[in-house]
């Protein structure tokens, strides 16, 4: 089963992939994350993607075609992957079939999360990672259960995101908006699109997805 998470910043992608990973069995392909390790290892991806990021702004179209594709083949250890983040255009979404049609493979569900977004900005300022396993937490929803412990591999450190502030949210909601919404339509004509009410627990979530996937 291959399947597209879309969805604003702040919607739960990265969340609610790491639950479908270990539900099915998939493998998750974020490119937020691949872009974020460019950073920290200073490539010249990494590079010229910091400032970008820092922006809110979207990293150009043929950077992250070419990053994704040694990525997406058959088997990446699972039973399928999740497309968390990518596409984020139209050009990317194009270039992703081409990609799939190419290794035999299709999306089986493209998954949209909706939220308000109030919401996002609350979400996503309050939100850090384990720096060892990147595990997600948040400072109201979702707290390690021991203070400053990481619930999955006991490290201490935690890391916050250089754009997880109020004002480049602000610019991140208008990519989205601007460029990714337009791509909504594509996996519509195709009967492949299910929205999904993003608001509420973690749980209630994950549930409505698991329904959105069902029969796959
Ligand atoms: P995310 O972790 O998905 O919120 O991504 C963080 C940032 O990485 C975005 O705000 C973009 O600057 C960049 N980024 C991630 N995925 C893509 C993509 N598919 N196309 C362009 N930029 C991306």
Same mark, same amino acid.
């Given at each position: 089963?291959?399947? &597209? ?13 790491? =639950? ?7 493998? /998750? ?17 990494? =590079? ?14 043929? @950077?992250?075609?070419?990053? #994704?594709?040694? %990525? ?7 039973? !399928?992957? *999740?497309?968390? !983040?990518?596409? =984020? ?10 990609? @799939? ?5 299709? #999306?089986?569900?493209?998954?949209? *999360? ?15 990672? +384990? ?18 412990? +990481?619930?999955?591999?006991? $490290? ?22 601007? /460029?990714?919404?337009? &791509? ?5 004509? %195709?009967?492949? @699109? ?7 627990? #973690? ?7 698991? $329904? ?5």
């Amino acid at each position: 089963m291959n399947l &597209i998470l879309l969805g604003p910043p702040g919607a739960g992608k990265g969340t609610q992939a790491e =639950r479908l990973c270990d539900a099915f069995n998939l493998v /998750q392909l974020s490119t937020g994350d691949m872009l974020r390790e460019e950073v920290k290892s200073g490539s010249e991806l990494g =590079r010229t993607a910091k400032e970008i990021m820092e922006r809110g702004d979207l990293v150009p179209d043929d @950077l992250m075609i070419a990053m #994704i594709a040694g %990525r997406i083949d058959t088997g990446n250890g699972g039973d !399928g992957v *999740i497309l968390d !983040g990518f596409p =984020r255009t139209t050009a990317q979404a194009e270039a992703l079939d081409a990609m @799939l049609v190419e290794k035999g493979l299709k #999306i089986d569900r493209v998954v949209q *999360i909706t939220v308000d977004e109030d919401a996002v900005v609350e979400r996503i300022s309050g939100r850090f990672s +384990c720096a060892e396993c990147g595990a997600g937490y948040h400072d109201s929803f979702k707290q390690p259960k021991q203070e400053g412990v +990481c619930d999955n591999c006991g $490290a201490t450190e935690f890391n916050r995101r250089a754009d997880d502030n109020a004002e480049t949210v602000r610019s991140r909601l208008e990519a989205y908006r601007e /460029q990714t919404a337009p &791509i909504l339509p594509y996996y519509e004509g %195709r009967g492949s @699109l299910q929205a999904v009410d993003g608001m509420g627990s #973690i749980d209630d979530v994950f549930g409505r997805i698991k $329904a959105a996937i069902k029969g796959v």
